[in-house]
């Protein structure tokens, strides 16, 4: 158990850091204080012309990784950002060790417009644009493999709100090494293993809601070209059937009603209706692969980043991006920035080192759900509250300079008595002891000190 000072290596510069509960009706609201501050990363990221993304693989490399990317024909802008940031990466990487080619998957849109026409590293699928279409877009790629990327090793997919770190994955691919965590959260900390021949590698998920098999989360993942090549000679012998989630639509221009072709089917959602069973899109590749024999690795170097709390159902905190990240994810952070900002301020900070400025958001700082800015007569920042979710009540880490917020990562220490491991966490206001899992812990006051040195620079190092 800690003491209710919950910094005791740091009592001095911590007598303002409490832990408190907040909620809606009593929380005092951040000040709307609109700072441009991190506009130049974007602006500066986005100058440079959109050159498509390389599309021919370099034979005698020893990795040969190809890039599938789900995207909506009309969002142009959006694969141009993929194009002027993490594409550029694909580009520089290129040696005789290393070939990087990316494709963008998009289906047919009732909107004029798009850029397959001119360019080479887009392909039109015959499937209606929408939720529905993105897990047949996902297998097509896998499906028609020998189309676009025959000499692959191996295959990443990911969103186009995600950011891969190419650079850090194709080191790890050439070394055949990876950071494995145990299944399930706080059970150990991640250890390094050598990747098999055959693997799945990426943040793997059980979720009830989901089905009983792992899969790896949908936002990104690599895996090796024999699980594309068998699943692609299946398809061939006998053809997958993945039905639509509704056996008729009627609009009448005011409502959509969807006759549903399996129980919970929604066009809405991203999903496959299989033999009268809804299949989240997410989970479908898990499951299609969970017969074959390969490596599972759960690596948490994919991720999400923090986002508000209202955002984190499970209580699982995002991860912010850091110099270990291998692929981020917009996840949580949608209300925050716009995919093509957020594209670039990702590929700024992976260009500069800086991953802190990667918060500073057109809004600010303060212009994240999950933080409360507290100002002075000055309209300085003066105080700021973190807020966080444990079991099921929302949290503020109150701190007035970004050393007490880095400060706060000497709470991250187990509890010798508590048999699972955890984190001990005492809330000031409250006769309340919350208990959460380590790593849970660690991704907290990673952020917290992040959201410190940005809230209030120029108290510490950061």
């Known amino acids: ?19 408190r509960s907040t909620s809606a009706a009593s929380r005092t609201r951040w000040s709307k204080r609109r700072s441009m501050v991190g506009r130049w990363l974007l602006v500066a990221a ?32 959006v694969r141009d950002a993929v194009r002027r940031t993490w594409c550029a990466t694909a580009r520089r990487v290129a040696s005789d060790d290393v070939s990087v080619v990316v494709r963008f998957f998009v289906g047919l849109d009732t ?50 709100d ?13 070394e055949k090494r990876a950071m494995h965590a145990p299944a399930g959260r706080g059970v150990g900390p991640a250890i390094s293993i050598a990747l098999e021949d055959t693997f799945v590698w990426g943040y793997f998920m059980e979720h009830p809601k989901f089905g009983p098999w792992p899969f790896a989360a949908g936002f990104g993942k690599v895996l090796t070209a024999d699980l594309a090549h068998a699943l692609a000679a299946m398809n061939a012998t006998v053809p997958l059937e993945l039905g639509p989630p509704c056996k008729s639509v009627r609009d009448d221009g005011t409502n959509i009603t969807c006759e549903r072709a399996c129980d919970d089917a929604d066009p ?7 033999k009268r069973v809804w299949i989240y899109e997410d989970n479908l590749l898990g499951m299609l692969l969970t017969p074959f024999r390969y490596q599972l690795v759960h690596d948490k170097r994919f991720h999400v980043v923090p986002g508000p709390p209202s955002e984190r159902y499970d209580g699982a905190p995002g991860i912010p991006p850091s110099q270990t990240s291998l692929l981020v994810d917009r996840h949580d952070f949608k209300h925050a920035m716009g995919v093509v900002d957020f594209l670039e301020a990702m590929h700024a900070a992976a260009l500069t080192g800086n991953y802190d400025r990667f918060l ?30 444990i079991d099921d009540r929302t949290l503020a880490v109150v701190f ?4 007490q917020a880095e400060g706060f990562g000497d709470v991250c220490v187990v509890n010798g008595s508590d048999p699972e491991g955890r984190v001990s966490l005492h809330e000031s206001n409250k006769n309340i002891m919350h208990q959460f899992a380590l790593d849970d812990c660690r991704t907290i006051a990673a ?8 809230a209030l620079p120029g108290s510490c190092g950061g």
């Open 1 to 19: 158990q800690l003491p209710r000072n919950l910094c005791p290596a740091r009592e001095a510069r911590s007598a303002h850091t409490t832990v």
């Open 46 to 77: 986005g100058a440079a012309a959109a050159t498509e993304c390389p599309t021919l693989i370099h034979e005698d490399a020893g990795v040969r990784l190809a890039g599938y990317v789900v995207s909506r024909r009309r969002d142009v802008d």
């Open 111 to 160: 909107v004029e417009g798009g850029d397959d026409a001119h360019m080479m590293d887009v392909t039109v699928v015959d499937v209606p644009d929408g939720p529905s279409a993105v897990p047949h877009l996902r297998l097509y790629a896998l499906l028609r493999y020998d189309a676009w990327a025959r000499r692959a090793t191996h295959f990443l997919a990911l969103d186009d």
């Open 162 to 174: 995600a950011y891969p770190f190419l650079d850090r994955l194709t080191q790890s691919l050439v």
């Open 268 to 274: 809405r959602v991203q999903g496959v209706c299989l």
């Open 360 to 389: 500073l958001s057109p809004e600010g700082v303060c212009g994240l759900e999950r933080l409360v800015c507290f100002n002075n007569s000055r309209d300085e920042v003066e105080r700021v509250a973190y807020e966080f979710t």
């Open 400 to 403: 007035d300079d970004c050393k």
């Open 447 to 454: 952020d917290v000190a992040a959201v410190g040195r940005a």
